[in-house]
């Protein structure tokens, strides 16, 4: 296997590549994985769905037929990712590989955490390895992934729900509901994957949110909060309940997004603030995926979704793109949903 051409392991990578843009951005980068039999057919596939989920390796290796399993020495894996050999919330990948007995791993790019070198380890164990056999795939997948790891910073998510005259909330102020119940639900499913999410005073005053997870019958599940704003909280909140009763709830009172984020002590974030606060991450460029929750219906006045954003001449805006990672409907109920990442 290790002496396909360059074509045949364009081709692999390519299949790995798909099956990891079927995973959910956020603490992880996208990593998906096949693998191949002596003929270069796929036998089995696996992405990585988030974390606390296994890897793709794992979960490639878990769709192996029986038949496959004991040929498992004439079985190659390519990862877009190098295997991971330390232990984290789910086991190391090399561990696998080496219980699976298979006989060669390929991986496009190296990993460039601290949790690099499986490959190596893998090959003092006997396997056949070759790496780095795509390096750019790891720019293609992950991209702001890379970015914030690079910078020593949370991944970041923005939440926004408007309507069709970019408003957040009426001119009285209130924004339940812009968006209807399945929006509301697909949110929910977003936050289970965050470990933190941050809001701004002025969305705490105005609409008192729980900021827990609400899905189908599954038990709420509190997420650690950072309140960004110098106003102290009305006592009656819910939030300012919740600190009372020593709950994570930390306040940041000074508005830079990097000393946000800072405070987060996660390496998932959720912006689920108002106009002022997702336009102070805009312009900082550290939002690196957003959401845009598009309701069919008009407001007029009202908190306009962009209000605090500075100008931009329409040469130069700030540009995002589709971002294909995830599998997410484009429709949900009456709603429509972007899911967006800033244009390189």
Known sequence: ???????????????????ALKGHRGANPLVG??????????????FHRGAGHPHAEVEAIS????????????????????????????????????????????????????????????????????GGVDPASAGRLN?????????????????????????????????????GPEAREHSHAVRARVGTIVVGTGTVLADDPALTVRLGEEPERAVPVVIAGASELPATLGL?????????????????????????????????????????FIEADLVDEL???????????GVDSTAALSPRPVGAPWRWAHDPAGDEPDRLGRDLLLHLSPAA
């Open 1 to 19: 296997m290790l002496a396909q051409n360059a074509s045949a392991w364009a081709a692999a990578i390519g299949a790995a590549e798909r099956e």
């Open 33 to 46: 994985a096949v693998i191949l039999a002596p003929g270069g057919e796929v036998v089995a596939s696996g």
């Open 63 to 130: 769709a192996l037929g029986p038949t496959w399993r004991e040929r498992a020495g004439e079985l190659t894996l390519v990862v877009t990712l190098e295997p991971c050999r330390l232990t984290g919330r789910t086991g190391p990948c090399v561990r696998a590989v080496l219980e699976a007995g298979l006989g060669a791993v390929v991986y496009a790019a190296a990993d460039p955490t601290p949790n690099g070198g499986g490959g190596a380890e893998l090959a003092r164990a006997g396997v056949s390895v070759r």
């Open 143 to 179: 991209p702001r992934w890379s970015r914030a790891k690079a910078a020593g910073r949370p991944f970041v998510t923005a939440h926004l729900a408007q309507s069709l005259d970019a408003k957040v909330a009426d001119a009285a102020g209130r924004g339940r509901w812009i968006s």
């Open 240 to 280: 300012a309940r919740r600190a009372a009763a020593g709950a994570d709830v930390v306040r940041v009172r000074d508005h830079d997004p990097h000393v946000v984020l800072a405070a987060c002590g996660s390496n998932h974030v959720l912006l689920e603030g108002g106009p002022t606060l997702l336009a102070a």
């Open 291 to 301: 959401f845009l929750y598009q309701a069919p219906l008009f407001l007029g006045p």
